[in-house]
């Protein structure tokens, strides 16, 4: 695998005058892998933006330094890495009067000359980013006017014009509705695998990196940053360790976070599919540890698009979830 | 948002705006306190003799220069301001806020108090130095405060304080104004409340070339500004993201911006208000945010309000004319509020 980026004992923070410099955590070696996405990971706070920063070069590392395609960050002009590395940041653009078309033309400005006079292939590589995230019907409208989620796809559209082999996000679901963030994931995955592009973007939603980035880079404040698929760190502990918060328990057989519960209230559910996950989930949420034990005192099947609940000797039938969990919730409190 | 302005429209709006401009500036040498005969002032201005010694004094050594003082003075005011509120990206910004107006305001009220006091006679009656100091005063005044913003600019390079810094400059200046008019004599603290009016009428046609060839040289190194400005509006990370230098741009746009204020302040005093409106109108006129378009027509709406307002300022049955200052805030704010509720587009500070 080749990469791209290459972090050499990195050190970043901030440093105030006269003051021992302050690492967000300790120095680290990471590659930045050709093809895929990559996701940088952590609890907010933990230093993320300031990662994505340094590695834009913005930002100027405490130690250490970085290498891009084989040569040091520090040796590419401004015009230079204005080809090779495009970012989309959480900044609000305030403009009133800005158009989106502007926007994404603004990704070409590297490649115009003084006057900024878009060509023909300018305009055409404008057209087609975005199209490929799906905003060429916004081209006409004021930029202020859009929502998060059309913010977002034309900073993209912005970003492909800009026709670098590497693009970096900060934060870019933090503002999206749940399905606006399976849809910019499902548009970064798209992006690595049909136009060849190295994807980095920063995320504190465990629950959507895991489900969509190729390989993670696990950051936590003051812990040395942890890299790897992310199948690989679920299984390792890995995930829990570095989101560690009082109070929570990691799943690792779902992938997810959940409330500790105090576990006596158990239930057995066997019931399969789509509805016994629903299911499921619904008696998690009421405080039951739910398994397939079908020695539990309450047994809840499934059959004949009826709920039932076995208790000992008594069998009722329920049409729905919520009339289920309502009769349990009427057991419990006798 | 509908789209307003279609791009087949705009090249007609900017036509038509040369065409007002064109016409208001014929307007203001045809009318001005003084009646003369539009025959005349054909005459006059075509050369043909048997004219009037006193028409043909009014109209080309008076009403000439003064519009086009106020033709360039409303385009370079016009594009600072533009400048200004693209570089700090804040909508109120203005010319002034540098403080360059505030330093002109210095060097002039110090010139009137060493005239008074130094050579115990007041500034008025010294007729030789008179418009000519006057100038020099103001345009060093003004030079000393852009020289101290481009040395701190160059500190800090970062827009934000350079705005505050800005504006604590122009304070400082204005209460040492204030000072210097405290002990200074009654006539010349009056003969600066004149300068602080306004006036497009001070260039004389001796001094006009220099106005007009310092104003363009700014005009034109504004336009090569172009596809920064456009840049800035994204916010610096985009901006350097997008390979622009940032400081050297901020210092570009500084000295330019600075250099234009200077200039017109030295020649007509701190006219206030077409550097804040004239974008706005220019913007909600065109809807859009693309300078290479908002550059030429901010040049062309700027002249044309300058103009609109020294024709105003002369109307006949005045005697003599109204102070300029008053006059672009009295005719521009109206228009300005118009506009707005015209072009709801143009909608609040983002919360």
Known sequence: MKSLIECHSLGIGYKQKAEEPHLLFPTFDIQLYEGELTALVGPNGAGKTSLIKTISGNLTPLSGWITLFNKTLKSYSTAELATIISIVLTDRILDQHIKVYDVVATGRYPYTGFWATLNQNDKSVIQKSLEMVGAEELSDR?????????????????ALAQDTPIILLDEPAAFLDYPSKIELMHLLQNLVKKHHKTILYSSHDLDLVLRSADRLWLVASRKPIATGIPEQLVLDGLIEDYF?????????????????????????????????????????????????????????????????????????HFANIESLITELDRYENN | MKNTVSNTAKPLIFAWLVGLMLLLFVLNLFFGSVIIPVVDVFRVLFGEGSTNQTESLIILNFRLPQTFTALFAGAALAVAGLMMQTLFRNPLADPSILGISSGAGLGVALL???????????????????????NMAAFLGALAVLMLILFISNKLGNAVSLLIVGIMIAYVAGALVGLVKYFSRKEDVYAFALWGLGSFSNVGNSQLPVFIISISVGLVLSILMMKSLNLLLLGDRYAANLGLNIKLSTIYIVIITGFLTAVVTAYA?????????????????????????????????????????????????????????????????????WFIFKHRNFTTLES
């Open chain 1, 142 to 158: 004021t930029f202020v006017t859009l929502s998060d989620g059309e913010r977002q796809k034309v900073m993209i559209a912005k």
């Open chain 1, 244 to 316: 560690a918060i009082t109070g929570l328990h990691f799943d690792a057989a779902l992938g997810q976070f959940i409330l500790p519960t105090a576990g006596i209230k158990k239930i057995c559910v066997s019931a399969n599919g789509i509805t016994g996950i629903w299911l499921r989930r619904a008696l998690e949420r009421k405080g039951w540890t739910v398994n397939t034990n079908e020695n539990e005192a309450f047994v809840i099947k499934f059959g004949n698009n009826n709920y039932i609940l076995e208790n000992g000797q008594t069998v009722v």
């Open chain 2, 112 to 134: 009137l108090f060493f005239t008074g006091n130094v050579s115990s006679q007041t500034f008025a009656s010294v007729d030789i130095i008179s418009h000519l100091g006057l």
């Open chain 2, 269 to 337: 005093g701190p006219i206030a208000f077409i550097g804040l409106a004239v974008p706005h109108l220019a913007r909600s006129l065109f809807s859009t945010a693309d300078h290479k378009i908002l550059l030429p027509s901010t040049m062309i709406l700027g002249a044309c309000l300058a103009l609109f307002c020294n024709l105003v300022a002369r109307l006949p049955g005045f005697d003599g004319s109204l102070p300029i200052n008053a006059v672009t805030s009295l005719i521009g704010a109206p228009i300005v509020i």
